[in-house]
């Protein structure tokens, strides 16, 4: 059974609905789609790497239209208009992937079905790109508006060689990520086995912070770095230490062992103020450290870091927490 049909609809994601409704005004005709962002947790064994989604979803109303694929981006405040046949047309950044994918669909001899959609990106942070997440809801969005079928590895592929032919750096894994996640788990992926769940302790947070460009006026005061941790920092030996030492194997192993400059700081600082563990890496085309904690410190464990980080180093920097997600759906507002 192809993605077209087999995804489960839920109801999720109900204020991003909400904004788009507004957006597009009254009509029962258009469906609903979201694909969230992929992150990479690290790998607990040769071969394997485990990775996860989050609920910075992208999520898109849309309704087939004839001759092209016209989407209008929310967070952008732009619309494009790609035409099915005919030479292709320049298109902003953002978009270039889409134009993409629509000539590896149509390579694959997809049906000429356009699309009218609308997409706004939940939970979207500065400066941090979701990856393949709106090209993968996209597909799934041109797969159903032409009563198309695709086997979700085929599907990934597509996603995964549009991303790549627009520019972008594309992970398969990413896509497979953000397209197989189970809800409450991470996904364990290797060459030689087919993707399966892994359950995640059920009060999973992620921290993804990044150092600023700049030092900021005024902080660095002090010049020392406490070394005891503020009151509330919470014990590192629960349910979360495991996923905890998986980051910071997979954060030593990035670094070679070596440790230096502000983002290993503000891992520092992030350990210190109770985090499980701590990586850091490239995730959303720029550098940041993940970390892992419970939801409830979540935003205690981010404010203290940020603080410590600023006072004692004089660096701006900026966090936002996310919960685990599950894989790209479609939707019944």
């Not at 694929?69 to 953002?94: E, Y």
């Not at 070394?227 to 230490?241: I, K, N, T, V």
Request: charged share 25%.
């Amino acid at each position: 059974m192809g993605v077209a049909t087999s995804l489960v609809v839920q109801k999720r994601h109900p204020k991003t609905v909400a904004t788009i409704r507004c957006a597009i005004g009254p009509g029962t005709d258009y469906q609903w789609v979201a694909a969230p962002t992929a992150i990479e947790l690290g790998a607990p064994e040769p071969g394997v790497r485990l990775t996860a989604a989050i609920d910075s979803s992208c999520v898109l109303a849309f309704r087939p239209r004839r001759d092209s694929v016209r989407l209008w981006s929310l967070n952008h405040g732009r619309r494009v208009d790609i035409p099915l046949r005919g030479a292709p047309q320049p298109l902003p950044r953002w978009a270039r992937g889409v134009g993409e994918l629509v000539e590896e669909l149509s390579s694959h001899r997809r049906p000429r079905v356009g699309l009218e959609a609308v997409v706004l990106r939940e939970n979207a942070s500065p400066g941090f790109a979701s990856g393949p997440a709106l090209e993968l809801g996209l597909a799934l969005a041109l797969c159903r508006a032409a009563e198309w079928e695709q086997e979700r590895d085929d599907l990934a592929q597509i996603v995964h060689a549009a991303r790549r032919a627009a520019g972008f750096d594309c992970r398969i894994e990413e896509v497979q990520t953000a397209l197989a996640a189970e809800e409450g788990a991470a996904l364990r992926l290797s060459e030689s086995s087919a993707p399966t769940p892994a359950s995640l302790p059920e009060e999973t947070a992620f921290i993804l912070a990044v150092c600023g460009d700049r030092r900021v006026s005024g902080g660095g005061h002090t010049g020392v770095r406490r070394a005891d941790p503020p009151a509330d920092a919470e014990e590192r030996d629960g349910s979360l230490s495991t996923l905890g030492k998986l980051l910071l194997a997979a954060g030593a192993e990035d670094s070679g062992g070596v440790a230096d400059g502000p983002l290993s700081v503000l891992a520092d600082d992030l350990l210190w103020a109770g985090a499980a563990g701590v990586r850091t890496g490239e995730f959303g085309r720029r550098e940041r450290v993940l970390a892992v904690c419970s939801v409830d410190s979540a935003p205690r464990v981010a404010a203290h870091a940020l603080s410590r980080f600023h006072d004692a180093g004089g660096f701006e920097g900026r966090a936002s927490v996310y919960l685990p997600a599950g894989g790209a759906t479609f939707l019944a507002p």
